[in-house]
């Protein structure tokens, strides 16, 4: 069995917790054991699971692996710290708030011949699946992604890093991308933000990806792709899965501690998350520069 720890208990980490409790039958999940969670408070057990201190997830030979999910600020000192005592970690995207961190990150898990797991849930959903059958092979001409949603809470850091999700999708649909222009309106009276950036294929067509956000906007993603043989105006309805998303993401991460995932598979991944936080860095630099 391989010992787990999670540390933070928002959202994520409580369904990180219920995953390993219960895995799926018949995965690799089933080698993952959860020994502990780490949280900044004085919790009581969650879910039957103990609460340890950081230092004895950082020390203990019964612990292999960490999962971060703590707000997005925090990721890269706690995946450094785990992978620096020699833990494997799955951290909840984004895994840095900077393309040079993430880069930082990578060699030090290499360095130390271990798994660094970026979750990207949003991949794994029956919707993108279905998006990604329906503009397979289409020529695409020019496209928009506009997401809403409600506020975030503090620590979740510049939208290109809190939406790398949105990025993620438009990259694995339409492949590497480059960023032309940023921009960014806020209104700290209204928390309200809106970030625009444009972006070209390598073949030159243009994307333009929105993150907009405010309390009780709803959470929708609004798609404008424009093909030579038509236009994709939403994405399609599947049913959902089965395997919830971060069960899925679980069986993934343990299949890569286990070796069943081809170098060359996680080689894809490591360029597309570092590409991703490439770009996400230069929306940045573009809107506050
Ligand atoms: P969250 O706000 O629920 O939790 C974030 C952090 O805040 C955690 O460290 C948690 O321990 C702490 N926290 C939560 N409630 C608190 C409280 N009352 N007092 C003090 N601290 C508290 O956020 P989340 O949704 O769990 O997101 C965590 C990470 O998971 C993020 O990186 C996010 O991008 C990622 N993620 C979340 C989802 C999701 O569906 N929730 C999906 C994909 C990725």
Redesign the pocket.
């Known amino acids: 069995m391989l010992g787990a720890v999670v540390?933070?208990?928002?959202?994520?980490?409580?369904?990180r917790i219920r995953d390993m409790l219960k895995p799926l039958a018949g995965s690799s999940a089933e080698k993952m054991e959860v020994r502990g969670f780490v949280?900044?408070?004085e919790l009581g057990p969650q879910q039957g699971v103990d609460q340890i201190p950081l230092d004895a997830a950082l020390t203990r030979d019964d612990i292999q692996a960490a999962f971060?999910?703590?707000?997005?600020q925090?990721?890269e000192d706690y995946v450094r710290k785990f992978l620096q005592a020699g833990k494997h970690v799955c951290?909840?995207?984004?895994m840095a708030m900077s393309h040079r961190g993430a880069l930082e990150l990578w060699d030090l898990a290499q360095q130390k011949g271990l798994i660094l797991h970026e979750?990207?849930?949003?991949l794994l959903s029956e919707d993108f699946k279905a998006l990604k059958t329906e503009v397979q092979g289409k020529v695409l001409q020019e496209g928009t992604l506009h997401f809403t949603g409600g506020a975030l809470?503090p620590?979740?850091g510049f939208p290109a890093f809190?939406g790398?999700?949105r990025l993620t999708w438009l990259v694995e649909l339409f492949g590497e991308l480059s960023v032309t222009a940023a921009t960014m309106e806020e209104d700290s009276g209204s928390g309200y933000t809106k970030m625009t950036a444009k972006l070209l294929t390598g073949d030159g067509r243009p994307l333009t990806w929105v993150e907009e956000r405010q309390a009780g906007l709803p959470r929708a993603k609004n798609i404008q792709l424009v093909f030579e043989s038509g236009t994709v105006s939403r994405v399609p309805a599947a049913p959902r899965g089965t395997v919830g998303?971060?069960m899925q993401d679980l069986v993934l991460f343990s299949n890569k501690l286990l070796g069943l995932v081809a170098p060359e598979d996680l080689q894809t991944e490591r360029v597309r998350v570092l590409h991703c936080l490439d770009l996400a860095d230069r929306i940045q630099q573009l809107c506050q520069g």
Request: aromatic share 8%; with cysteine.
């Open positions: 540390v933070g208990v928002g959202t994520a980490g409580c369904v949280s900044r408070r971060i999910c703590t707000e997005n925090s990721h951290v909840e995207y984004p979750e990207h849930i949003e809470k620590g979740f809190s790398i999700a998303l971060f």
